[in-house]
């Protein structure tokens, strides 16, 4: 990560003071609270992907600055309302908006983000990346609710993942690489290449924060391992897992998945039945699919830096601890 922070490292600081002055409201605590999240540690992946695409289709002005803001603005606004849904305490190591300011103020900043991206698009005026943002954040309320509507249902099934993590996780991935496209006004075909790239690089990234939680430690991950099944989330190193296991094994599982309450026993001997029909290695490989189609992506662009910026970020994913 190094590599790409010190390449594109004058825009990433310009990028810190466009969240400052961009986020401006008269009422403090709206400010004090989006800078608690925005500030607490995030890697700043979806606005490196608007900068990383925008230069490496020619873009030569400072919009991608801006448009860089609002979409970690969309991403942090998501943050908040999934935090209310899942009743979290702890994100990126830190007490989460809703633990500290109550479910009420969080989901109201959270509105008041994604209502600010719009205003500051609208103020800029180009209507195909206010289409594609918009679409965007349409999918990826679908999404929310799709995931809400299977949420401890254990018999979930790879397609109804994949559509979630799609609209829920990858739109924005894809979103961020589209707004660098559009605006270097770069040809359809190379556009759609860069659009694909962000999607499957986002279905990456949620695949390994899925295994992570399973696999990774507290102290490294930012919250607690073990999340997902506590808030009775069924993702694929579970889904694997539930077409293999006999069926004492399988009404353990669905039993915990109901009561949403899972010991350190409990998440310790599921952990040890996903172990037991190689669900963490299948979700492995499956990242790896995702990723080398990332990277085929990039095949119709020529060598720049940005390029091999954006082939390491796919490195990254399958490296990923936290």
Request: hydrophobic content about 35%; some cysteine; glycine content about 6%.
């Amino acid at each position: 990560m190094e590599k790409i922070l010190k390449l594109i490292e004058k825009d990433l600081k310009k990028l810190e003071h466009a969240i400052d002055s961009l986020d401006s409201t008269d009422v403090k605590i709206i400010k004090k609270m989006v800078n608690h999240i925005i500030k607490s540690g995030g890697k700043r992946i979806r606005p490196i992907l608007v900068i990383l695409t925008s230069k490496l289709c020619g873009f030569k002005g400072q919009k991608h600055i801006k448009y860089a803001a609002v979409i970690e603005f969309i991403h942090t606004a998501t943050l908040l309302h999934d935090d209310v849904v899942d009743n979290a305490e702890v994100r990126r190591g830190s007490s989460t908006v809703n633990s500290l300011w109550g479910n009420e103020a969080s989901v109201l900043v959270g509105d008041f983000l994604y209502s600010k991206s719009f205003e500051l698009m609208s103020k800029d005026g180009n209507s195909k990346i206010i289409e594609a943002v918009s679409r965007a954040t349409t999918i990826l309320s679908e999404g929310e609710i799709l995931e809400l509507l299977k949420t401890s249902d254990p018999h979930t099934t790879e397609d109804e993942y994949f559509e979630i993590i799609n609209k829920k996780t990858a739109i924005l991935f894809s979103v961020a690489c589209e707004i660098g496209a559009i605006l270097a006004r770069t040809d359809s075909k190379r556009k759609q290449l860069l659009k694909e790239y962000g999607k499957n690089l986002g279905i990456a990234f949620q695949l390994v924060d899925d295994l992570l939680d399973y696999t990774s430690y507290d102290d490294k991950f930012g919250k607690q391992i073990g999340t997902d099944l506590r808030e009775g989330k069924v993702t694929l190193p579970l889904i694997h897992t539930l077409k293999y296991a006999d069926e004492k094994e399988k009404e353990f599982i669905k039993e915990k998945l109901k009561q949403r309450s899972a010991s350190t026993a409990d998440f310790e001997k599921i952990k040890g039945i996903i172990e037991k029909y190689k669900g963490f290695e299948y979700t492995y490989d499956t990242t790896k699919r995702y990723i080398d189609k990332a990277r085929g992506c990039l095949k119709g662009f020529g060598v720049s830096r940005y390029r091999d910026a954006l082939l390491y970020l796919t490195d990254m994913m399958l490296t990923r601890k936290v």
